[in-house]
């Protein structure tokens, strides 16, 4: 039990452009969801913590218009990268925890951004 | 800041070899979790800890909750070849929710 998956799994975009990243919960149901970032030989980075159905709180630093998130049910959050530029191509992973049932924090295999 | 003290950063060892790697903070946890995360992947989760002086074993990890909840250590015993990857620790601070607070990694170089 406790899959999260995370899609796509890689994606090339132009300077300019919007894309989304989804992350589900597959066999649970995600009272929060965390994004992340990471760059090459580097820690993960929280960018936001999502509850379902309320806004999402971003860690300092991060620009809530740029990085959109949306978590509108309990097994679903989306990640828009808006009017994405090169210095956003990174890592970024979400992860889902769900309260009460032991399962940790389980983590989506990550998306690849790059935007040229 | 937000990361761990996470030591060593990075372990060249051969195969057979035990492996010993931790994660030390300021703060007080509530939750210290174990990852590994191979490259282009997310991090998978190893163990995971709920409890000060908590001791836990998955197969060859074993892994402990610092009785003064500011530290943890994972042992890998017998290392073979697909032990390779990061090592991540994380924890749940007492003061910051549900939010994790992540440790730099150890890159563990295992040759067989």
């Known amino acids: 039990g406790a899959v999260v998956s995370q899609h796509p799994s890689w994606v090339i975009c132009k300077s300019g452009t919007s894309v989304k990243i989804e992350c589900r919960s597959l066999?649970?149901?995600?009272?929060?969801m965390f994004w992340y970032r990471q760059f090459p030989k580097q820690s993960l980075m929280l960018m936001a913590t999502s509850n379902e159905g309320s806004k999402a709180t971003y860690e300092q630093g991060v620009e809530k218009d740029k990085f959109l998130i949306n978590h509108a049910s309990l097994t679903l959050s989306t990640l828009t990268v808006t009017s994405a530029h090169p210095e956003d191509s990174s890592f970024y992973i979400c992860s889902a925890s769900s309260r009460g049932a032991g399962y940790g924090y389980t983590f989506g295999s990550g998306t690849r951004l790059t935007v040229v | 800041g937000q990361q761990l003290n996470q030591s060593p950063q990075s372990m060249f060892i051969q195969e057979g070899e035990d492996v010993s790697m931790n994660c030390t903070s300021s703060?007080?946890?509530?939750?210290w979790l174990w990852y590994k995360q191979d490259p282009g992947e997310g991090p998978v989760l190893l163990i995971a800890l709920y409890k000060a002086g908590e001791l836990t074993s998955n197969g060859r990890l074993t892994a402990q909750f610092g009785i003064t909840r500011k530290d943890s250590f994972l042992n890998i015993s017998a290392s073979i070849p697909s032990d390779v990857g990061i090592y991540f620790c994380a924890g749940q601070r007492e003061t910051s929710g549900s939010r994790l607070t992540f440790g730099e990694g150890t890159q563990l170089t295992v040759n067989p």
């Open positions: 703060s007080i946890f509530n939750t």
């Open positions: 066999d649970f149901q995600a009272t929060t």
